[in-house]
């Protein structure tokens, strides 16, 4: 069987960190002093707390150890990567933005808690992401201060306007992008900057924020980061593809969604064999930084790369 | 002329500090690598630059120079609580919250640029902050990381559930709220708990931040601390008491506004002359622990106190 077409590899997923990070998630609480704004945490956990792969905070934990970090010095930043995750779903899924209703098979959080809710539940994820890294990121003892404020740094700016939130305001403009030196920028490139923005930097600040913890200096943090970019697209790739070519039941929605929302994506742009060609580059450009920066050792991120490649939801 | 009521007294402010801070937001820019994302920061900067007193800043400057930081030290912070209450305003305007129209009498930033990149302006510019915060805190060289760290900390915690955004929880769902031992809290007292995390814990970080940026220990910083508790419950009933006084000139908004959303404030709850009275007790609480604090210095702090109740919008 060749592992390197998509249809026929069996894709497997390092559990063992999924279930380190989804007990931290569990565990997590979000109180006030007011009894009456239990509600809002309720609405919170609601999302945060509805499974999911949790690749991003498994990406961080995987390359933790990769670097030498313990869990216990990453898991503030690995929980808030995916406190912001789940942020920006909830303020995505809204009747402003794509309008859905469902996300995993259950009620969005505005359908379950109403509109003012699911805005505010998004707002209080995202400060409550900052309140833990910035809180615990140094209190395990094993990360100097400077390395959780550089860490955190990173967070904020892969968020941002020139991040998250910006590839965000791409998507709902659908005016997809254009370089900064002109309009020459052809569709597929357009949908390489919306897609790096919106998904690319939070999976790069996955790696590369573990990275800044660690204090690798500039030289031995580039693979990683260069990895890290590679497996960005090869994410978005993918998704694209199994938009197309998985079971409703495997995606937890139906087949075929981005097509009814008229979005371009690597499919439409590229066909099918073309975007499954352009992934098969991605993963062996992501495969390659990875003999870079770790030329024998990192299984959980070599799992991980294959799995990027082989999932089918 | 007597000092004791706001209807007679002159307000003086410091601005000096204002247009410091001013200056300082004007320079701010939040580019992206992609042009297309020119109309997300457009929106962040049109509800960022629409004026006001920028109260809480200008206290975060007065802080610094009472507790002997230079401006360039506390600059970052001081505007990273500027784009936080402004991406406040922004949410609070949605129409799924208070729905308001107008800001400042100029459209607010949903009416002018649409819900969704209003949502996303408002997720932008709390990212831009702590992104500021979070790369220049420590830049300036004066401060170390792990009281950069600190105060960043404590911002967050200050705008996420136990703070502004669980204020704002309590009041779209208009509950109130109630003591946590129990449901024996008097509409006041739900009052103090709305406001306090509502719009007390920002104005507590613009001390607060500042007192953990300067690395005070806890006996010094206990005084200020008291005195922005005070200041923060004056400023909101010194704004219930101007919703049914100010003209409209003043406010930039209709007047009577609360009485017309049917909110409970300080004058529904205890009239106008127990507002004021209720005012004169708290100036009096805050120029006492400001005695406490500083008892000879700290003159940006007096003018700034005496203007929280003499201010006429």
Chains 1, 2 share one sequence.
Do not use: W
């Amino acid at each position: 069987m060749s592992t390197s077409s998509p249809a026929t590899a069996v894709p497997v997923y390092p559990d063992h960190l999924r279930d380190t990070i989804e007990r931290y998630l569990e565990q997590l609480r979000f109180p006030a002093r007011s009894a009456g704004v239990a509600g809002l945490e309720e609405a919170m956990r609601y999302s945060l707390l509805a499974g999911g792969k949790r690749i991003r905070p498994v990406l961080a934990l995987a390359t933790a150890r990769a670097v030498g970090l313990e869990d216990r010095d990453v898991l503030p930043l690995a929980a808030a990567i995916e406190l912001i995750h789940t942020y920006s779903l909830i303020h995505d899924d809204l009747p402003a933005m794509d309008d859905d209703d469902l996300r995993r098979g259950r009620p969005t959080c505005h359908v379950a808690y109403g509109e003012d809710v699911a805005i505010l539940a998004g707002d209080a994820l995202y400060a409550e992401a900052f309140h833990l890294l910035l809180r615990d990121g140094a209190r395990a003892g094993g990360v100097p201060a400077e390395r959780v404020l550089a860490a955190a740094a990173e967070l904020a700016d892969a968020t941002g306007v020139d991040g998250m939130v910006g590839g965000q305001f791409l998507d709902v403009k659908g005016i997809g992008s254009s370089a900064r030196a002109g309009e020459e920028g052809d569709a597929g490139e357009r949908l390489r900057v919306l897609h790096g923005l919106k998904t690319g930097r939070l999976i790069g600040a996955s790696v590369g924020g573990v990275v800044r913890l660690a204090g690798l200096d500039d030289e031995r943090a580039e693979p990683y980061r260069r990895f890290a970019a590679e497996l960005g697209v090869l994410f978005q790739i993918v998704d694209d593809i199994l938009d197309v070519t998985g079971t409703e039941q495997d995606l937890g929605k139906p087949q075929g969604s981005d097509e009814r929302h008229g979005k371009r994506t690597y499919v439409t742009e590229y066909g099918l064999q073309g975007a499954r060609e352009m992934a098969r580059r991605h993963h062996a450009a992501a495969a390659s930084a990875l003999d870079d920066a770790d030329p024998s050792g990192a299984p959980d991120l070599r799992t991980l790369t294959a799995f990027f490649h082989t999932r089918t939801n």
